[in-house]
């Protein structure tokens, strides 16, 4: 039998009998897209990033929110979306089962309200400016997070403190430009690191203190360039390497990206696994192909999930105890058997086709309900009435080819290039309106400050940059986009003597996007012992990678 073509890329693709196990016990049809473009649809209901100024729809206030002013539904406020002046059944609909049922779900959405920030409101503190976030204290510019305090500029950092310009940390502190780290503390613009403290430029290392611009170390302290020195050395190298300037730190970092490249590199980035495939993958079992996830169980074509996420295919941003997901984006805390679902929040079960819900159970078709039960399209119905025209409306989905497949992507709010799919798979709009999606044209706001300055013109060391720079704008050395420097923002460069940032924080976030692998594996022999493995480095790249039995011999 020929393997199935995908609608969006026309690429053949499997559909393993591992699949079809759990496309059985979801009741769903196979899938008519490939792993990839199904990713890259649920990744574009997710804009964690893209912030504007709007009135709230309920209040008239100024308000931040990930929707602009353009969109068809009302917009509120967190503090009023999740207050109790309004109640989704409102705007319930009777169903026409023998109509399409996407077009009137589309309908219900555009007079629904919509979350302005997808927040969890409570748990919130002097944390404004923030989106897809929770249990979150004095942090600012911070998207996909959960459980931080004292953060700035970051993503998809969880359990951390006094953050700037990170993104995929866990359970770490005072850390800068630091990617894919877990439990460092005082680390700056490093790599796949764990364990590691008081160190610069590193990559791949563990359980690494004072140590400069070295690669694949265990348990070291005083080495630089992965060259152990005394104590003595390091302190004097690491004065002439006079890392509070931007130029010297320029210089080092050119320096340790091409002592990095003679190196072996590790196929993928994979700790305390199980039986498992993926990368930046962790205390996982039977995970398979899952990227930029931790603690899963049984899962299969998850992204960007983590804290405790089970028995869930194609599952893509967020968890945080969620079992028995399939085709979800944007849905976690406490969920329970959800499919088709998006930007559901905290103690929802038995949802199909929901957006926007939040502690409800049985639902089929609903946008923005809180703690209902027994709902189709927003409307009440009885346990007996719900379950016959569920039923019925399976049977008409399943006849029209709709059941079992995501939301079309006109119902998708966000054009592609405001969403986190752009940083997984990168379009141009010309490709982007080709396979269907939506584009939004954005211009910065222009800063009401009195003075701005190039980035070129600001002072080397931050000892030498004024109180007055809170009053500046600073043009990006890249774009020339206008950007403001807060207070905690300098007080964290002043503690750890560091210079000024030189980029625009979106171009910073850009820059570390491009450090980090592309979600995708393929086949090349290892290096070392030419057995078949699987990688992020594609085959016509040079590095000399390593599987993972080579490498650990290797570094240890």
């Known amino acids: 039998m020929a393997p199935p073509t995908c609608l969006d890329c026309s690429a053949a693709f499997t559909v393993t009998e591992d699949d079809w196990k759990f496309l059985r016990d979801f009741d769903v049809p196979e899938p008519k897209r490939c792993p990839q473009c199904r990713l890259m649809r ?137 990617i894919d780290c877990t439990a460092c503390h005082s680390v700056f613009f490093s790599q796949d690191c764990q364990n590691c403290s008081e160190s610069w430029f590193l990559r791949n290392c563990i359980g690494c203190r004072e140590c400069i611009g070295c690669i694949n170390q265990r348990q070291k302290r005083f080495m630089i360039f992965n060259e152990q020195l005394t104590e003595a050395e390091y302190k004097k190298r690491k004065a002439v390497l006079a890392l509070h300037t931007q130029q010297r ?30 990368d930046h993958l962790y205390d996982s079992k039977d995970a398979h192909e899952c990227f930029d996830c931790k603690d899963l169980e049984d899962c299969r074509y998850c992204a960007k999930v983590a804290m405790g996420v089970k028995s869930s295919m194609d599952y893509s941003s967020w968890g945080d105890h969620a079992e028995r997901l399939y085709m979800c984006s944007a849905c976690g805390n406490n969920a329970f058997d959800l499919k088709f679902c998006t930007t559901c929040t905290t103690n929802n079960s038995n949802l199909e086709y929901c957006d926007g819900c939040t502690g409800c159970k049985d639902c089929f078709g609903c946008v923005g309900l809180k ?78 400050v009195k003075k701005v300055i190039p980035a070129s013109q600001l002072p080397p060391s931050i000892a030498d940059i004024p109180d007055d720079v809170l009053n ?85």
């Open 42 to 178: 649920r990744m574009n209901e997710r804009n964690a990033r893209h912030l504007y100024w709007r009135a709230c729809d309920a209040t008239g206030k100024r308000i931040l929110s990930q929707y602009h002013a353009d969109q068809p539904f009302p917009v509120y406020s967190p503090a009023a979306w999740w207050g109790d002046t309004w109640d989704g059944l409102d705007h319930g609909r009777a169903l026409d089962v023998d109509k399409p049922f996407f077009p009137q779900f589309k309908a219900l959405k555009s007079v629904v309200p919509h979350q302005a920030r997808f927040v969890i409101e409570t748990t919130m503190e002097n944390s404004d400016y923030t989106n897809c976030a929770g249990f979150m204290k004095n942090c600012y510019l911070c998207f996909e997070v959960d459980y931080n305090e004292d953060c700035q500029y970051s993503n998809r950092v969880y359990h951390c403190k006094n953050m700037v310009d990170c993104s995929n940390c866990y359970d770490s502190e005072i850390c800068c430009q630091a």
């Open 249 to 278: 730190i320029d210089a080092c970092r050119t320096r340790s990206e091409e002592f990095f490249r003679t190196q072996p590199q590790r196929n993928v980035q994979a700790e305390r696994n199980q039986n498992s495939t993926g």
């Open 472 to 556: 500046w704008a600073v043009k990006s050395e890249a774009s020339r986009r206008p950007f403001r420097i807060t207070r905690q923002e300098l007080q964290f460069y002043r503690a750890h003597d560091l210079p000024l940032p030189r980029l625009h924080p979106e171009e910073r976030h850009e820059a570390r996007i491009l450090q980090r692998p592309p979600r995708r594996l393929w086949s090349r022999p290892c290096a070392s012992c030419k057995t078949e493995m699987q990688t992020t480095f594609a085959p016509e790249r040079t590095e000399r990678v390593l599987c993972e039995k080579c490498y650990l011999k290797e570094v240890y």
């Open 371 to 448: 703690k209902k039960q027994h709902c189709i399209l927003n409307k009440q119905y009885t346990k007996e009435d719900y379950a016959k025209t569920r039923t019925a409306l399976i049977a008409a989905m399943t006849e029209r080819g709709e059941w079992g497949e995501y939301f079309p992507k006109d119902v998708c709010p966000y054009g592609y290039n405001e969403s986190i799919a752009m940083e997984y798979f990168p379009l141009t709009k010309e490709q982007a309106l080709k396979l269907g999606y939506s584009w939004h044209d954005e211009k910065d706001d222009v800063p009401d």
